[in-house]
């Protein structure tokens, strides 16, 4: 189907890469559909475009990318709400803010976008982890862990 | 705004699905359990709100909407 979007115009998508978001994302209720998009040179970046509104669209990236230890702390009902049994199981998004300075950009870990790869159902969820708030510097992150070297993956098997 | 009065242990109904229980009154803090449905989220107010205005934040229009910006500037820090 053919859908509107913010960064790449109007574009031919598969319905079932379509990623249904039944409560809405958090303050935008009543928008379910999103989509997936990448563009070049975007790197680990991409775009949650809203299906339903065009002018919605927010850069998101996996926490992983910058936080290898990054744990999804979320009550099981909440996991079986998009069904699922695991974290393991989800591809997880954080929302980014890009200040006017882009290297001041932050990623929320504290509520981040579950998805379910199966279903394609998806959820933003907020994390029970007091280490993570919604605003975590990306390339700040990413200095500390080089400077620590510690570039081992989190215990849980997410990243 | 519906105020009801509730002591230890005493619940309140929303609909058939969710229930407020007074689970512990000590000082001034009270403890409450939530039953409800697994769609329906549960979350203390200051928490949720945060994250409405994070995301509204990260859904305004930005001077920068070229992924290639914040890749050029993932990349470079990613040596």
Redo the contacts between chains.
Sequence with gaps: MRIKTKPLGEIEVAKESIIEVKEGIIGFPGLNRYILLNSEGGGPFEWFQSVDRVDLAFVVISPCEFRPDYTLDVSKSELESIGLKDPSEAVILAIVVIPDDPSMMTANLQGPIVINPKTKQARQMISNNPQYTVRHNILQEMQALADSDKAERGGNKLC | MLVLARKRDQSIMIGDEVEVIVVDVHGDQVKLGITAP??I?V?RKE??E??????????AE??????????????S???
């Design positions: 697994r769609q989220p979350h928490v949720y945060e994250i409405q205005r994070e995301n509204i934040r990260a859904a930005t001077k920068h909407d070229k992924l290639s910006v914040l890749g050029d500037l993932f990349k820090k990613k040596k």
